[in-house]
C-alpha cells in the first residue's frame, strides 16, 4: 500500500492513484514488488530537524529515504521536502511538477538498490529516473 501524507504543508497536487500505479510499474521493472509506502510531504524544517535527529546531518536536502525493504518487496518511509523541490526545480530549470515527480520516483529507485553516492553512480540514478520519468 502506499499512503500520502503531509507535516506542516499542503498536499501537492498530483492524482495520487495514477502516481502509486507508476510507482508500481517502476518498482516491477526492477523486479521488486511494493509493500508499505508512506509519502510524507513536509518543509525544510521538517527535513532539517529528521536529518539531525536520524543521520546526523545538518543540511536541507529534497529526499531522505528510509528503507524497510525485505527480500523483493520494498517497503519505506520518503520525507520530502516541498520547499527544497520548489527551489530545486527553479536551479535546475524544471516545472515544480517535473521536480516533484523526479524525486518521488528517487526514493523509490534507492528501494529498488540504485545508489547515487559513490563514482559514477549519480549518473546511473540520472538515467535511472529519466527512464522512469518517461514511464509516467
Given at each position: ?79 520530502i521536502s516541498l520547499d527544497t ?5 527553479e536551479l535546475v530549470g524544471a ?42
Amino acid at each position: 500500500m502506499i499512503s500520502y501524507q503531509t507535516e506542516g504543508v499542503k498536499m501537492p497536487v498530483i492524482k495520487r492513484r495514477a502516481v502509486s500505479a507508476w510507482v508500481k510499474a517502476v518498482a516491477a521493472t526492477y523486479g521488486k514488488k511494493v509493500g508499505e509506502i508512506a509519502y510524507i510531504f513536509c518543509d525544510d524544517e521538517k527535513i532539517l530537524e529528521v536529518n539531525r535527529e536520524y543521520l546526523q546531518h545538518d543540511y536541507y536536502t529534497d529526499i531522505i529515504t528510509f528503507d524497510y525493504c525485505e527480500g523483493d518487496t520494498i517497503s519505506g518511509d520518503l520525507f520530502i521536502s516541498l520547499d527544497t523541490v520548489k527551489s530545486n526545480s527553479e536551479l535546475v530549470g524544471a516545472t515544480y511538477e517535473q521536480e516533484l515527480f523526479r524525486v518521488i520516483i528517487h526514493g523509490i529507485l534507492h528501494l529498488c538498490g540504485i545508489n547515487d553516492k559513490g563514482p559514477g553512480e549519480r549518473e546511473i540514478m540520472e538515467a535511472c529516473e529519466n527512464k522512469a520519468l518517461a514511464m509516467l
